[in-house]
């Protein structure tokens, strides 16, 4: 384990969100300085989004955010720009700045707010099978005590939680959506409905777009696709390792009641992504192994 992570990991929780806070008050006053992201991270999560920020982070080209999920497009759009700035590096400057925040590609409103304030961004995109994705949110839930159902009553619960909060952003922009972050398994995994919005404001050519299980399959051959896309000199970090956040490590966290998908439900399940699978292949123009 890398000093960092070491350091990291002997630091409470508690303690490092108000690190970041305090961190950002002292930043916010030279935001006006600051540079603009060129680079976004967009989804989708539970896809590796965490693993590639920290590999993104390493590299010498590259000036990290504040923090990986700065949620400034999605729970954060009522703040001023300065503090979007905040996090970023001083401008100008040589090193590429990014941020990660897969929440960007569910949200309805993110698109049009991103093609505003970042026209000219690039968006790289991990795109993980929709029924493991679903299950992975759903045990990520657990471990913070969001979700207290088992996986088979959350997903009949789904259109009940995030229906008002969708309602609700239709009438109030700034609504701060935490039932359809928190519980939208199914609903994220509509990939062809959430890509086409981006894709009406931003052109094509602006999006890297790689299956998860790619990713993972053969990270150096991606990662260098990766930083092809985003105009990085050619680079590797020392490792590849998967760096998110053991259960261990996370705070407030309840063991999983499941330990793997029912068969019945996992069937149903991939019924369900059937049609939108499908309209994924037709929009992006692949037959790949699961879209």
Not at 11 to 22: E, L, M, N, T
Not at 100 to 122: C, I, K, N, W
Not at 276 to 282: E, I, W
Request: aromatic content about 12%.
């Amino acid at each position: 384990m890398a000093l960092r992570d070491r350091v990291r990991s002997a630091v409470p929780f508690s303690a490092r969100h108000r690190i970041a806070k305090a961190r950002l008050r002292l930043r916010v006053p030279t935001g006006a300085l600051r540079a603009m992201p060129r680079g976004l991270i967009i989804g989708t999560q539970r896809g590796g989004t965490s693993s590639l920020y920290r590999y993104l982070s390493d590299h010498p080209g590259v000036a990290s955010p504040l923090r990986k999920e700065v949620e400034y497009f999605s729970r954060n759009y009522g703040r001023r720009q300065r503090w979007y700035r905040a996090h970023f590096t001083f401008a100008p400057s040589r090193r590429f700045s990014f941020e990660a925040t897969p929440d960007y590609l569910l949200h309805p409103l993110v698109p049009s707010r991103v093609a505003a304030g970042l026209p000219e961004v690039r968006c790289v995109v991990l795109l993980r099978d929709p029924v493991e994705r679903a299950y992975s949110h759903f045990r990520h839930m657990t471990r913070l005590g969001y979700e207290t159902e088992d996986f088979e009553d959350a997903l009949a619960a789904e259109d009940g939680r995030i229906q008002p909060d969708l309602e609700r952003l239709a009438e109030d922009p700034l609504y701060d959506p935490k039932e359809l972050l928190r519980y939208s398994y199914v609903a994220r995994g509509r990939y062809a409905e959430h890509l086409s919005r981006w894709f009406e404001v931003l052109p094509r050519d602006r999006f890297l777009i790689i299956r998860s299980e790619d990713f993972y399959a053969d990270t150096p051959r991606w990662f260098g696709e990766i930083t092809q896309f985003f105009g990085l000199a050619d680079w590797q970090p020392a490792s590849f390792s998967n760096v998110s956040i053991p259960a261990s490590r996370a705070k407030g966290i309840a063991p999983a009641r499941q330990s793997s998908i029912a068969d019945v439900t996992r069937k149903e399940l991939t019924e369900l992504f059937s049609d939108p699978n499908q309209a994924l292949a037709d929009l992006l123009g692949d037959e790949g192994p699961w879209w």
